[in-house]
């Protein structure tokens, strides 16, 4: 074999079909381009002679091996960082297959190891280079090298490890939510075999720290909390979440200041009281009487404003449904913030319905400040006392019932003998007329789930509200209650103060009456199955309801390790696990400690829609015809 190396124009080379490289030839070509600007070409092209059929030599060479480079060349004399006729290091074959040098250049060279990557520009980090410099020398994004430096500084052992094949790549980007090397080390080395799943790693390490999905963070902001001296840590590897914040401590501290200066602004805006709560109550705020406002008119450079809004907000609503995507999500928000901003500012509150009322303050699910005015507790809702009258002028004595009006009053035994068949009468003209019947017990249903729940009513539908946080913790966050609390704050908008809520509900259409009176019957559901009993019928009657429903629990809950396995025996996560994954699945995680069988069993039944039976339904009921015309 015949060999030279020489410099070569670039305008001489061409590439040749020999080369055997075909298949995402130009993957990467951004970065070997960007390479051989910063660094020059650092491997010699391999080419041969193209000849004439006389075998006389043409001038030009064919590159057989490193057409990659070649086409880095090519780019950069097009934009110009070199000359066409660039000087290129070649080997020249002149008696050699171009397929087989080709084949061997390609085949026989092994890929660095990336673990020698991230130890490569942790180097060049050392030595002065920043993130962005680097980036630059390997065309490469600044993120990426920021994600590789952050890899080189995992624990040497945990890299060993990885070098070795005993970790996934996956599972070292987990490790770089903390620089803590002994911790990092302990998650890996202390931990059962199959507890090394990169959300397992993940959790470990940020056991202590508070997400940014927190509605503590939320509703802080991450530019708020690292102003105060927070530090927030980010997953490089998943740039599409908040991050977490590390000091849990300051984050209570940042949202009590900031609360309690709402409240004394409140309280010096003449409320009676003001309460603070770590969540909104809505049980609690059911049971409360309101005043209602007087709504200040729009002023001619809001009403376009407003209507804008709402016209945006429904546009979206309408088109995305019930589960946007996160972009429309907060888009959603932010207009929903800004329409409750405008209908807040209309509200005025007397001085004097100021002064015998409060205010309610708390962090909804998505970390905004709710502020609930013009409430009345249950001890407080009084009817507003009715002003006395004056003393006749001269004789300073209180002014006597007209003299016709005591002899025309009956007797209260007459009284209760004539309403009693008032009663009847009316029981028997209202069973006929089922339409205003519908609007006698909205009335009274509306009232008391309102308004006020002790309220006196001539349709004397009881309404019983159990305050499911007796029973579940943490269920105020639930998918369900958060349902149920945003239904309650719809209506609530909707509805008119109380003294004209039943011409109102006369003027609704049929439709509106019965999704009004649905979530009234709904706030009354009682299925919770108490530790001393449970009537078998009202058991029955749940089924039932949920069948017809077509109720599907897995939609709403799922099981985790705090709300379900921390709670049941080893054996009956076991069973849970074949039932919802495998046999095999349950088998490798026997043998496991309690609280790490409990974590692994959450991770494997994430996404399977498993229920414990309770929640299944356990009857069948013919399908509900809902005829709402």
């Known amino acids: 074999m ?28 951004d970065e070997l381009a960007a390479s051989i600007k910063a660094h020059g070409l650092l491997q010699n092209l391999t080419v041969r002679p193209v000849k004439k059929s006389n075998g006389k030599q043409t001038g030009t060479f064919e590159v057989v091996a490193g057409g990659r480079r070649l086409r880095a060349l090519n780019r950069l004399a097009q934009e110009e960082h070199i000359t066409k006729n660039y000087p290129v290091p070649c080997r020249v074959l002149e008696n050699h297959n171009p397929v087989e040098v080709s084949l061997a250049e390609n085949v026989v060279r092994a890929p660095v190891h990336a673990a020698d990557q991230f130890e490569a520009y942790a180097k060049l980090h050392t030595e002065g280079l920043g993130a962005a410099e680097i980036a630059g020398r390997f065309g490469v994004s600044p993120l990426l090298v920021e994600q590789r430096l952050k890899l080189a500084a995992v624990s040497s052992k945990l890299m060993d490890v990885y070098r070795e094949g005993g970790m996934s790549l996956d599972q070292l980007m987990a490790f770089t939510m903390s620089d803590d090397h002994e911790a990092q080390e302990r998650v890996w080395f202390d931990s059962p075999l199959h507890d090394r799943q990169p959300q397992s790693i993940r959790r470990a390490l940020t056991r202590a720290l508070v997400e940014g999905s927190d509605r503590r963070a939320r509703f802080i902001g ?32 940042l949202v009590n200041e900031k609360i309690s200066s709402k409240a004394e602004e409140l309280k010096a805006a003449g409320w009676a009281w003001v309460e603070v709560l770590p969540e909104m109550d809505y049980g609690y705020l059911a049971r409360m009487g309101r005043i209602d406002p007087t709504l200040v008119p729009l002023s001619e450079a809001e009403q376009p404003t407003l209507a804008e809004l709402t016209e945006r907000y429904d546009a979206l609503d309408h088109e995305h449904g019930e589960e946007p995507p996160d972009e429309i999500a907060k888009e959603l928000e932010r207009l929903a913030g800004e329409i409750e901003k405008l209908s807040e500012e209309r509200a005025e509150w007397s001085a004097e319905d100021k002064a015998r009322s409060g205010v309610i303050i708390a962090l909804d699910y998505h970390g905004n400040l709710r502020v609930e005015r013009g409430l009345l507790k249950p001890e407080e809702r009084k009817a507003t006392p009715k002003v006395q009258a004056q003393p006749e002028e001269g004789n300073g004595r209180e002014p006597s019932e007209p003299l016709e009006e005591k002899e025309a009053r009956l007797s209260d035994v007459l009284l209760e003998d004539l309403s009693a068949h008032r009663t009847a009468a009316l029981r028997a003209v209202l069973s006929d007329q089922p339409q205003l019947a519908l609007t006698a017990l909205l009335h009274t249903l509306v009232l008391r789930t309102f308004y006020s729940p002790v309220c006196e009513a001539c349709v004397d539908v009881r309404l019983e509200a159990i305050d499911l946080k007796r029973f579940a913790s943490g269920i105020a966050e639930s998918k369900a209650m958060v349902a ?35 979530y009234c019957v709904a706030n009354t559901a009682n299925a919770v199955e108490v530790s001393y009993g449970v009537d078998e019928r009202r058991r029955d009657q749940a089924n039932r309801i949920a069948a017809a429903a077509e109720l599907d629990m897995a939609d709403w809950w799922a099981p985790t390790k705090d709300s379900f396995f921390d709670r049941v025996t080893k054996t009956q996560i076991l069973a849970a696990v074949v039932e919802g994954v495998s046999k095999e699945a349950a088998e490798n995680i026997t043998g496991l400690k309690k609280a790490v069988m409990a974590a692994q069993a959450a991770d494997l039944l994430a996404s399977k829609r498993w229920l414990p039976i309770p929640l299944r339904v356990t009857c069948s009921a013919p399908p509900f015809n809902d005829q709402t015309t």
């Not at 690292?226 to 401590?249: K, M, N, P, W």
């Not at 704050?489 to 009456?513: F, H, I, M």
Request: proline share 3%; aromatic share 8%; net charge negative.
């Open 2 to 29: 015949t060999e030279v190396v020489r410099s070569i124009p670039l305008s001489k080379l061409t590439p040749s079909e020999a080369n055997v490289r075909h298949t995402n030839a130009d993957v990467g070509l």
């Open 222 to 253: 991450a530019e708020a909390y690292e102003a105060a001296g927070g530090v927030i840590v980010r997953d490089l590897f998943r740039t599409d979440e908040e991050g977490y914040f590390s000091d849990s401590q300051l984050l209570d501290r």
């Open 484 to 518: 149920m609390a945003n239904c309650h704050s719809t209506w609530r908008e909707r509805l008119p103060v109380e003294q004209d809520l039943w011409s109102w509900l006369v003027n609704q259409a049929v439709d509106t009456k019965l999704a009004l009176l649905a």
